[in-house]
């Protein structure tokens, strides 16, 4: 499996965006899925966007399409959320988790689909 670390959250206002990278660590990050899942305080975890191995397909939940965008750099180890027009109900804890696949559009949107996991990071937008 995978090491994922996490970064890029903070504090932001309403309106505002917010770039998220997860940098994983061994060689064959380019054959997983990767997804984004965040938990809100006394919420149950919940899947924000996945892409494929490729970065051909992706999948977003409803309340993020549109403002958020998955992507990957293969090359780098590294998946990115792209977050605009953050609300503040975006306010959670965001987790980056990783899966490897066998097809190279294959994605997942189930949290027990994932075995990798990182240590997620804080994203606060404010009213």
């Known amino acids: 499996q995978v090491q994922l670390v996490e970064s890029g959250g903070g504090l932001v206002q309403a309106g505002g965006s917010l770039r998220l990278s997860c940098a994983a660590s061994?060689?064959?990050?380019?054959?997983?899925?990767m997804g984004w899942f965040r938990q809100a305080p006394g919420k149950e975890r919940e899947f924000v966007a996945a892409?494929?191995?490729?970065?051909?397909?992706?999948s977003y939940a409803d309340s993020v399409k549109g403002r958020f965008t998955i992507s990957r750099d293969n090359a780098n180890n590294t998946v990115f959320l792209q977050m605009n027009s953050l609300k503040p109900e975006d306010t959670a804890v965001y987790f980056c988790?990783?899966?490897?696949?066998?097809?190279?559009?294959?994605?997942?949107?189930?949290?027990?689909?994932?075995?990798?996991w990182g240590q997620g990071t804080q994203v606060t937008v404010s009213s």
């Open positions: 892409i494929s191995w490729s970065g051909g397909t992706t």
């Open positions: 061994g060689r064959t990050f380019s054959s997983y899925v």
């Open positions: 988790a990783g899966q490897r696949a066998t097809n190279s559009e294959t994605y997942y949107r189930r949290l027990t689909s994932f075995g990798s």
